[in-house]
């Protein structure tokens, strides 16, 4: 089945820099990558996605790169802002497969310093 | 905006007892899902559920745990005689299209004691 690794844990940046997060997957049949940001004491919230038929995708600071021949996809936010601080996921989906589930990274903690 | 909530945010429970946790999906979707995060560790998929039934269920969802639609409007995950391992934020999900993007709630804390 697909196994989703993330990278790194946790990151620290300061306020204006930017951010990349970066995770692998291992089943090629994988067609559908989305990222979730988790506030404290909230669930999971969709800020971006991508599917296989493109390698970028950008929504104002916010922008999503992906390797299919690498198996590989990246996060990265630009400009970034003390509410950009949360845990973020990655996970990834077989559209159209048997398999509906999406599988999940482990989530990286992004610290935004003022 | 539409939102899935979840009831309670926190339980707190004896091992070997039962727990149900309740959820609201968004009104129009039509597949729902339980998925839980032990912590620090991933969000792990438990149970998808459409058409009144199960579409497919993960290891880890054994015979311990069931899911039910009682209604028009919860959906609700009950785990029989909890264990110390079943602690964790279980968060549930809907989607209108299995295709579609799939929304969170805030999840239940489960703390088995």
């Known amino acids: 089945g697909e196994n989703v690794e993330q990278h790194p844990s946790t990151l620290s940046v300061q306020e204006g820099d930017s951010a990349v997060i970066k995770c692998t997957y291992s089943?090629?049949?994988?067609?559908?990558f989305p990222w979730y940001k988790q506030e404290l004491g909230k669930g999971p919230q969709l800020i971006i996605d991508?599917?296989?038929?493109?390698g970028e995708k950008k929504d104002q600071r916010i922008a999503v790169t992906l390797n299919k021949t690498a198996k590989h996809f990246s996060l990265h936010i630009t400009e970034t802002q003390p509410e950009d601080s949360a845990v973020y996921f990655c996970a990834a989906k077989n559209y159209g497969g048997s398999q509906g589930n999406l599988i999940f990274g482990k989530g990286t903690k992004l610290s935004v310093k003022p | 905006e539409p939102e899935v909530t979840q009831t309670p945010s926190h339980q707190v429970t004896q091992m070997g007892q039962e727990v149900i946790l309740r959820c609201v999906p968004i009104s129009n979707h039509l597949y729902f899902y339980w998925y839980r995060q032990i912590l620090g560790q991933k969000v792990e998929f438990l149970v998808s559920f459409y058409n009144n039934e199960i579409s497919e269920k993960s290891e880890i969802f054994d015979d311990q745990f069931s899911v039910e639609r009682p209604d028009g409007s919860n959906f609700t995950l009950k785990i029989r005689s909890t264990k110390l391992e079943d602690s964790a934020m279980y968060f549930c999900?809907?989607?209108?299209?299995?295709?579609?993007?799939?929304?969170f709630g805030s999840g239940t804390q489960l703390s088995v004691l």
């Open positions: 991508i599917r296989s038929n493109v």
């Open positions: 999900a809907s989607t209108r299209n299995r295709n579609e993007k799939l929304f």
């Open positions: 089943d090629s049949a994988s067609n559908y």
